[in-house]
């Protein structure tokens, strides 16, 4: 079974700073797929950011961008040029396709605040 | 169109009321997921139903009953709840298969149970 791990329950960040946000898991699965989303108050689960597991190459989505290290399988975001709208609760989550569709696991989340 | 719709947004029912949740999409998803979201916890996964048909049921008690009538819509039926039961129920859709990965969704109902 697949286990996402996020060490920081809480962080918060000056508006235009920079901050990332820790994500570590565990699997035996070789082919696999990693993701960020975020869930503001709004509830809505908003995709962020997504890395493939085959990609060496991390993926970059405007202002933010990941730090993926398979081997250590270990998967951060980082969000540049932080702004107010950036406040949410920040899921990483691991998934896998399979006929079904998709399963996901989610790790517990980190609540990011952006202070003005 | 990249909506996942979810009704009500808000319920509260007593533990002796039936009462049903809505979603609906129409992107063409034949993959759609009921999440349930305890307060400050992640989604933990339901069902899934794929082509129409559940696949997966993640041994939720049989007080929580889904059902999918067509490919655009996925119900959440709901009776005798326990008032453990409260929580954001979310619901999500996706393709199945040729590499995509994107999963869609709803705002999610927040359910009281009384």
């Known amino acids: 079974a697949q286990t996402v791990t996020q060490s920081q329950p809480e962080m918060s960040v000056q508006e235009a700073e920079t901050v990332t946000l820790s994500c570590t898991y565990d699997?035996?699965?070789?082919?696999?797929?990693l993701f960020w989303y975020k869930q503001p108050p709004s509830r809505q689960m908003i995709l962020v950011i997504r890395q493939e597991a085959y990609k060496q190459q991390n993926a970059t989505e405007n202002r933010f961008s990941v730090n993926f290290q398979k081997a250590a399988k270990s998967f951060s975001l980082k969000i540049s040029d932080s702004q107010l709208g950036d406040t949410a609760m920040y899921f990483c989550a691991f998934m896998k396709l399979d006929i079904y569709g998709q399963n996901f696991v989610f790790g517990p989340g980190t609540r990011l605040s952006v202070l003005p | 169109d990249t909506e996942v719709t979810q009704t009500p947004k808000h319920l509260v029912m007593g533990m002796t009321n039936k009462k049903s949740l809505k979603c609906e999409q129409h992107m063409g998803h034949r993959a759609m997921y009921w999440y349930k979201q305890k307060a400050k916890k992640p989604p933990e996964l339901m069902f899934v139903?794929?082509?129409?048909?559940?696949?997966i049921n993640e041994s939720v008690p049989s007080r929580f009953s889904p059902e999918c009538p067509n490919s655009s819509l996925l119900n959440l039926h709901l009776h005798a709840l326990q008032p453990e039961d409260s929580a954001l129920y979310l619901c999500?859709?996706?393709?199945?298969?040729?590499?995509?990965?994107?999963?869609?969704f709803g705002q999610g109902t927040r359910l009281t149970v009384v």
């Open positions: 699997t035996s699965e070789s082919n696999y797929y």
């Open positions: 139903y794929s082509y129409e048909k559940l696949s």
């Open positions: 999500a859709s996706s393709q199945i298969g040729g590499g995509n990965t994107e999963a869609f």
